[in-house]
């Protein structure tokens, strides 16, 4: 894995589904290999993906 990307969440079996980039690589990046949206609204990880997002195109 690569310095400037931080694993915020793995599979059962250890593999990543979720990083999130250095600011000082990249301002926002966030990647999943699962489908959030899945979760519900009322989901945390659902909800803070969704917010941030919002958050930085607003900028």
Known sequence: MPNHLRVIARAFDGL????VMDKSVNPFM?????????LGEE???YHTMKSSFYNEIRK
């Not at 990543?16 to 990083?19: D, K, S, T």
């Open 16 to 19: 990543p589904e979720a990083v």
């Open 30 to 38: 966030i990647a999943v290999q699962f489908h959030p949206e899945l």
């Open 43 to 45: 989901n945390v990880i």
